[in-house]
């Protein structure tokens, strides 16, 4: 029987965003953010390893990934304000410690979840859970677009699993395009919809003012 190996990736949030404390930490003994759920995981589920993307973000120097690995194990302790990590101690700082690396190459989500998987692959791992916010569902999608069309990563399709965070972003401001079942919606609206999500946010603001406009 095949030795079960775990590895998690915690996906990174732009460093200057206003609610980064929030959605990356959480708020103390009342909500998880999306790295104290992945290390409560990882101490759970014994992980093999602990991956925190991305690059897409710089403070002072530090890519996003490394960042967010520096601040956790900084602040480690303060996970003890959480109900459920009160108990960690030393020995649970060393095992985070020893597992977690970061990944700063990617530069976007679907970036992150490739780059992350095949880090994930060459340890080993065949069961992989990924940490995102609720209303993430982005990640869910570039996670399995990732594993799908790489098929030296298809081992980890079977043994994924996403696990949600207790912070986020408004879920009122995420719009989910379903597919066209049946012709209920006109094929071209996804394209319309994905090119002007690859415009530069000023473009954007244009195209959403002359709808707004007409």
Not at 8 to 19: E, K, M, R, T, V
Not at 107 to 135: H, I, W, Y
Not at 160 to 173: C, E, F, H, R
Request: with cysteine; hydrophobic share 40%.
């Amino acid at each position: 029987m095949e030795k079960r190996k775990v590895g998690i990736l915690c996906h990174g949030y732009n460093l200057f965003s206003s609610d980064w404390q929030e959605i990356v930490w959480g708020v103390p003994a009342v909500l998880m953010g999306r790295v104290p759920r992945a290390v409560l995981l990882a101490l759970e589920e014994r992980a093999d390893i602990l991956v925190f993307g991305t690059g897409a973000s710089e403070k002072d120097g530090v890519k996003e990934g490394e960042y967010i690995k520096r601040y956790l194990l900084d602040h480690f302790y303060d996970l003890r304000y959480f109900e459920e990590m009160k108990h960690v101690g030393l020995n649970e700082f060393n095992f985070i410690r020893s597992i977690s690396v970061s990944e700063t190459t990617s530069m976007n989500t679907a970036q992150e979840a490739l780059c992350s998987s095949r880090l994930l692959s060459a340890a080993g791992v065949n069961k992989m859970f990924v940490v995102s916010s609720p209303a993430h569902e982005r990640s869910r999608r570039d996670n399995l677009v990732a594993l799908r069309d790489n098929k030296e990563l298809w081992p980890l399709i079977r043994g994924l699993s996403i696990v949600a965070s207790d912070t986020g972003p408004d879920p009122d401001k995420v719009i989910i395009l379903e597919p066209a079942w049946g012709g209920a919606k006109p094929d071209r609206l996804y394209q319309i919809v994905r090119a002007i999500q690859a415009k530069p946010a000023e473009e954007q603001q244009k195209i959403i003012d002359a709808i707004l406009a007409s």
